[in-house]
């Protein structure tokens, strides 16, 4: 029928368990220190690093600082493209292009370069085309009151190539050198 498992089966089941996790533990110190997930670790970094440059990228062209662009899409480069293209190559580095992993994370950054450079960068344009429209409305029509839509979501090829870039050369940086540190 079943099996009754007690309290004191289950307590010594799971100190059996922390026993042998933390010896393993204590022998791959060196692991603890470095990420054991060098893709996933390479596209975080490159996206707080795209999102990090467009606080400057924004003072360069406007003239002026501002740190909502840390948490804001579109502009210069692209942390989508970043992130995307960081994970790419990371895998590819670490287990080849002809990887299904690989596979899977190239039709995935391909599909969201193209949507960040076409589909999103279009819906912007049109969000300023209907802020514009709004705000030339009368102001007792129901729709003047509204608030303005987003129109910073997209971008332009050249921030895309940019944000890709940045992740090559991150996810290549850190997959080299953590690499060669074991």
Same mark, same amino acid.
């Given at each position: 029928?079943?099996? %009754?498992?007690?309290?004191?089966?289950?307590?010594? $089941?799971?100190?059996?368990?922390?026993?042998? !996790?933390?010896? !393993?533990? /204590? *022998?791959?110190?060196?692991?603890?220190?470095? +990420?054991?997930?060098?893709?996933?670790?390479?596209?975080?970094? $490159?996206?707080?690093?795209?999102?990090?440059?467009?606080?400057?990228?924004?003072?360069?062209?406007?003239?002026?600082?501002?740190?909502?662009?840390?948490?804001?899409?579109?502009?210069? +480069?692209?942390?989508?493209?970043?992130?995307?293209?960081?994970?790419?190559? *990371? =895998? #590819?580095?670490?287990?080849?292009? /002809?990887?299904? #992993?690989?596979? =899977? /994370?190239?039709?995935? #950054? !391909?599909?969201?370069?193209?949507?960040?450079?076409?589909?999103?960068?279009?819906?912007?344009?049109?969000?300023?085309?209907?802020?514009? =429209?709004?705000?030339?409305?009368?102001?007792?029509? +129901?729709?003047?009151?509204?608030?303005?839509?987003?129109?910073?979501?997209?971008?332009?090829?050249?921030? %895309? #190539?940019?944000?890709?870039?940045?992740?090559?050369?991150?996810?290549?940086? =850190?997959?080299?050198?953590? $690499?060669?540190?074991?």
């Amino acid at each position: 029928m079943g099996e %009754v498992v007690t309290m004191a089966d289950l307590t010594a $089941s799971m100190e059996k368990a922390s026993s042998t !996790s933390t010896a !393993s533990s /204590s *022998s791959s110190s060196h692991s603890l220190l470095l +990420p054991s997930n060098l893709p996933l670790f390479s596209a975080f970094v $490159s996206f707080a690093l795209a999102q990090f440059l467009k606080i400057f990228t924004t003072w360069y062209k406007e003239k002026r600082w501002d740190s909502k662009r840390l948490v804001d899409s579109g502009g210069m +480069p692209s942390s989508h493209s970043a992130t995307v293209s960081a994970l790419a190559l *990371s =895998i #590819a580095l670490q287990h080849g292009t /002809s990887s299904p #992993a690989f596979a =899977i /994370s190239f039709v995935l #950054a !391909s599909v969201v370069m193209y949507d960040a450079s076409g589909i999103r960068l279009h819906a912007g344009r049109q969000a300023e085309v209907l802020n514009q =429209i709004v705000c030339q409305l009368p102001p007792q029509h +129901p729709l003047s009151n509204l608030r303005p839509l987003r129109h910073s979501l997209g971008h332009t090829p050249l921030q %895309v #190539a940019a944000g890709a870039l940045l992740g090559c050369l991150i996810a290549f940086y =850190i997959t080299i050198s953590i $690499s060669d540190s074991y």
